[in-house]
């Protein structure tokens, strides 16, 4: 069955630091993999997304992803962290035909002065 | 365009009421759903409704919920006789379903408690 692990629930660096969230998936086929954002009060905002092709996808506010098919993994990272990152993170990934999407179950981001 | 919206942003009601979710989605999305956000969990899958086939309820936690959907568009969430492990973010998403993109628009959520 489809399913995606987010190990950390929560992780704390200060600012200007590198950031890298992990996300593990669990699919039998070619996944389609996102990373979604939800800052508090707020729906879920889509940061980047991976079908096919370059396994670096860059997404909005700085932020990138790596997919890498023989760990299962699709990791977010962010070279340079912003007060304004604060906020949890989530990965998901889709069925062939995106009527499901498995959701893991979020990364808090805190952010230090 | 407008994104997703959803009504109301927060509910308050007793045990044992019947509430109602309001979602509409963004024009000309076929695609829509509906999950559960319990506090310091992940979503959690509820239906999905795609144009004018069955929708999927196979996430639906008992038969106290259901949803439907108005002409394609707006969807209501009913939950029945709520009981307090029903507080949650019930949020909404919508999509394309065909010719892409494929990724999912959010709705702010809707904020229950039940007392």
């Known amino acids: 069955a489809q399913s995606v692990t987010q190990p950390d629930i929560h992780i704390t660096v200060s600012e200007g630091a590198s950031l890298e969230l992990r996300c593990n998936y669990s699919y039998g086929a070619t996944p389609y993999l996102f990373w979604y954002v939800q800052s508090p009060g707020q729906g879920l905002q889509l940061l980047l997304k991976?079908?096919?092709?370059?396994?670096l996808v860059q997404g909005i506010k700085g932020f990138e992803a790596e997919f890498k098919r023989s760990q299962s993994s699709f990791n977010l990272r962010k070279p340079s962290v912003h007060w304004s990152d604060a906020a949890e993170y989530f990965c998901a990934v889709s069925d062939y035909n995106f009527n499901k999407f498995y959701f893991g179950s979020g990364t808090k981001l805190n952010v230090k002065p | 365009g407008a994104g997703v919206s959803q009504s109301p942003s927060n509910k308050v009601t007793e045990k044992g009421k019947d509430v109602e979710l309001r979602c509409d989605p963004i024009?000309?999305?076929?695609?829509l759903y509906w999950y559960r956000q319990s506090l310091g969990q992940g979503l959690e899958f509820l239906i999905y409704f795609q144009g004018n086939s069955a929708p999927d309820k196979s996430g639906l936690p008992s038969d106290r919920f259901s949803a439907e959907r108005t002409g394609g568009s707006v969807s209501t969430l009913t939950i029945q006789r709520t009981q307090q492990e029903d507080s949650a973010v019930y949020l909404c998403?919508?999509?394309?379903?065909?010719?892409?993109?494929?990724?999912?628009?959010f709705g702010p959520g809707t904020r229950l408690t039940v007392t």
């Open positions: 998403a919508s999509r394309f379903k065909v010719g892409g993109p494929y990724e999912q628009y």
């Open positions: 024009s000309g999305h076929t695609a």
């Open positions: 991976y079908f096919s092709g370059d396994t």
